[in-house]
């Protein structure tokens, strides 16, 4: 595409079509009575906001006055009349409109390079972990996302600019090294704002969890008061409850990416937490069955597969398992 160049800077009137706008009769007399007073600061305001309003008002701006500066002015010859010198206090020295005029414009067309290049940009991109293993997406320099499979999220374009990211789906550990504060749409009924942390979520249809390896994370419900969580502290939504925290006895919740399925005196709500995460389960335990959260197993599950992992709690708790759906189970108390 040919660039116009004016004094050194891009010109917008190739960019954005000076004629593809039309300009209200107001915007044409501010536009003439700034070329008759150039020097005017109130008209120099004004036509600055002009040119921030879009890019096809500053082509338009840019064009009306370069059009200007190129018509010229027809001299006019007077005869001579005899001049008496008289001695003067020498006078600052003053600079034709049209000079005055053009360092407008090449201020002006830097000005909107300036904002257009590097205006926040607004978009998000999603990303869908399909690589069949655990895999990572940096996300900044110094921020980068470890993701399970078929984990996705979302995460602005210019995350340096607009630090944003929303937790669709999966399991995915997060390293945020961020000179400001990033935020994450957790679930629909809560967010997440962080500057520097390790943490781990795990997102289904109906569970929510936030795991803290090192820094501090902040919690905002759309109800109730924010929730800080610090190293070693999770919290928790499930369906239809209300956002809970707790200190946690372990890693659990890192086992889809460490591979750890031992445990030792562990409360059956983390052992659950790893069994799901590592075998893309999602094993629900009902309020009548709540009382089993307190339970604390002792099991190894390493080098079984989901199936027989299944069989192993069931004859532990001596309760049936009952599937639901494709990867959903409920554990019954009948």
Do not use: C
């Amino acid at each position: 595409m040919e660039v116009k160049y004016l004094a050194g800077h891009t010109s917008y009137s190739r960019q954005y079509p000076f004629n593809m706008y039309q300009p209200q009769q107001d915007v044409s007399d501010l536009i003439s009575r700034y070329i008759q007073s150039p020097q005017d600061p109130l008209l120099q305001e004004q036509i600055a906001a002009l040119i921030a309003a879009g890019p096809e008002q500053a082509a338009y701006v840019e064009r009306r006055l370069t059009d200007w500066l190129g018509e010229g002015t027809p001299v006019v010859v007077k005869p001579a009349i005899p001049v008496v010198p008289v001695l003067r206090e020498p006078k600052a020295r003053s600079f034709h409109p049209k000079w005055v005029v053009l360092a407008t414009i090449t201020v002006l067309a830097l000005a909107g390079f300036i904002f257009y290049k590097w205006r926040p940009d607004g978009r998000m991109l999603q990303y869908v972990n399909h690589t069949g293993h655990i895999d990572t997406l940096r996300l900044a320099k110094n921020s980068r996302v470890i993701t399970n499979k078929e984990t996705t999220i979302s995460y602005a374009a210019k995350f340096d600019v607009t630090p944003q990211v929303q937790m669709v789906n999966g399991d995915a550990y997060f390293e945020i090294s961020q000179p400001a504060r990033i935020r994450m749409q957790l679930d629909e009924h809560t967010v997440l704002y962080t500057v520097n942390a390790v943490f781990n979520v795990h997102k289904t249809a109906t569970v929510s969890q936030v795991f803290v390896v090192k820094g501090r994370v902040t919690l905002v419900p759309d109800k109730g008061n924010k929730m800080q969580l610090t190293a070693n502290m999770q919290a928790k939504r499930e369906l239809h409850h209300p956002l809970q925290k707790k200190t946690v006895k372990s890693q659990s919740q890192l086992a889809w990416k460490t591979g750890h399925l031992k445990f030792r005196n562990i409360p059956l709500e983390e052992v659950l937490d790893a069994v799901n995460g590592y075998y893309g389960l999602e094993i629900l335990l009902p309020p009548s069955a709540g009382n089993l959260y307190k339970r604390r197993l002792t099991a190894d599950f390493e080098n079984k597969s989901a199936d027989e992992t299944l069989v192993i709690l069931r004859k532990m708790l001596n309760v049936p398992i009952v599937k639901d759906s494709a990867n959903r189970y409920y554990v019954s108390m009948k």
